[in-house]
């Protein structure tokens, strides 16, 4: 069974700390996504990469910054945190989409995040 | 508009009755996905489907590529599956996953 795992399930921050967010997986994957989950709004892509040190911004990137040294982790960084972060941080990996093809997404249980 | 529209938002049933989640996109896309996340917010993949129709257990999952539409069908339902169920298709700018909003499903015993 493919396994994500996220540092921490539940998170308690202050204004203006750097707060960083683990993942790890332990199937090879090429692509690993970090979103954000908030009511009424859905999942939303913050980042993505699709191999070792190569990142892609997603749908709302702004105030994040992510890090990818090694194929099984990908990390999210909030540079500064404020409280319009607070959030379920969800992330997530799959084996590389060929073209015209598609592959099944991984999730990691979440953490939630609270900046106060 | 958004691109990938779920409904109903939220479902109550009786614990026995057949469900029903709709999911309409807008956008072409290669798969569609229904996931089904339990209250703590771990997220599962029930189905990946591009044509026709999947079931797995009391789960069953229909597309119809031309009305751009998928069904999610559970018969004999449960409290246990009671818990939000999203429905997403690749597409948007880069041709990662667009997630609709979700359906909050109740089952009641």
């Known amino acids: 069974d493919v396994k994500v795992t996220q540092s921490s399930r539940y998170l308690v921050k202050r204004t203006g700390e750097k707060v960083f967010l683990e993942c790890v997986q332990d199937?090879?994957?090429?692509?690993m996504f970090w979103y954000r989950q908030d009511p009424g709004l859905g999942l939303r892509l913050i980042y993505f990469?699709?191999?070792?040190?190569?990142?892609e911004k997603g749908d709302i990137p702004e105030g994040y910054s992510v890090s990818r040294e090694k194929k099984e982790r990908f990390s999210l960084i909030l540079e500064s945190a404020s409280t319009n972060q607070t959030s379920m941080y969800l992330c997530?990996?799959?084996?590389?989409?060929?073209?015209?093809?598609?592959?099944?997404?991984?999730f990691g249980p979440g953490t939630r995040l609270t900046v106060t | 508009k958004n691109e990938v529209e779920q409904s109903p938002q939220n479902l109550t049933a009786q614990e026995g009755e057949f469900i029903t989640i709709n999911c309409s996109y807008s956008?072409?896309?290669?798969?569609l996905h229904w996931l089904q996340q339990h209250p703590g917010g771990g997220i599962v993949s029930l189905f990946m489907?591009?044509?026709g129709k999947k079931k797995h257990g009391r789960l069953i999952a229909t597309i119809n590529i031309q009305e751009k539409h998928s069904s999610l069908h559970i018969t004999a339902s449960h409290p246990r599956d009671s818990a939000v169920y999203i429905c997403?298709?690749?597409?948007?700018?880069?041709?990662?996953?667009?997630f609709g909003k979700g359906t909050k499903l109740s089952v009641k015993p």
């Open positions: 997530a990996s799959s084996l590389a989409r060929l073209s015209g093809g598609s592959y099944e997404q991984y």
């Open positions: 199937m090879d994957h090429e692509n």
């Open positions: 990469s699709y191999d070792v040190k190569m990142k």
């Open positions: 956008v072409g896309i290669s798969a």
């Open positions: 489907l591009s044509s």
């Open positions: 997403a298709v690749y597409g948007g700018s880069q041709g990662n996953l667009i």
